[in-house]
Structure formats: C-alpha cells, structure tokens
C-alpha cells in the first residue's frame, strides 16, 4: 500500500500516516525505509513525535527506545516490543505491506 514519495521522509524526521486505520510512523536511515506502528508499546504516545538515532527511535514520553528494523524495545521503561511492516521502494514511493 502506498504511505509516501521517498523525499517526504527525512533522516530524523518520522512521518506519520494512516494506513487502513492504523497509524504507521516511517522512518528514514541512509537510503532505507522501515515503517512501525506509531503507538509505543509503553503508554500513548506517538513515535512519529520523537527523536531518532540511527537506528532507534526514542520515545518522546518517558524516553523508551525501539530498534526501527526489529521493533525491538531496547531502553527502560519500554519492554514490548513495536510492530514492524515490510516496506518496498520504487520509483520514488514508500510502500507498506499491512497483514
Ligand atoms: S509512552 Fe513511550 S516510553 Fe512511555
């Protein structure tokens, strides 16, 4: 499913889109994509809204951390982890596959 053109994702600048009701974050790292759900695991909070390095998002609530390629928790007080979605690019657009 289309979520956005490449350019409309930067590095450090997570997008979130609305997927078939589900709230997506897509993420940027180099020239890869990665889409996870945009609900930490912790508590309500947006993902989009936090603060990516490299590979990890933080976040912005109470500073939990999930590896972006594995949807892995991997920083206190977050512990279950985000789920991830397969994502392809061509010709300029970010597309999501959805179970
Ligand atoms: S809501 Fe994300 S770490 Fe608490």
Known sequence: MEAARTDEVQ???PVAVTLEGAEI???RHGDRFFAIDN???HA???LAEGEQHGLIIECPRHGG???IET???VHYPAFAPVATYPVKVEDGVIY???P
Request: net charge negative; proline share 0%.
């Open 65 to 67: 951390q999930f590896n």
């Open 44 to 46: 309500e909070a947006s």
């Open 71 to 73: 949807g892995a928790a």
């Open 39 to 41: 609900l930490c695991t």
């Open 11 to 13: 590095e450090g600048l």
């Open 25 to 27: 974050c897509l993420l």
């Open 96 to 98: 999501v596959a959805l």
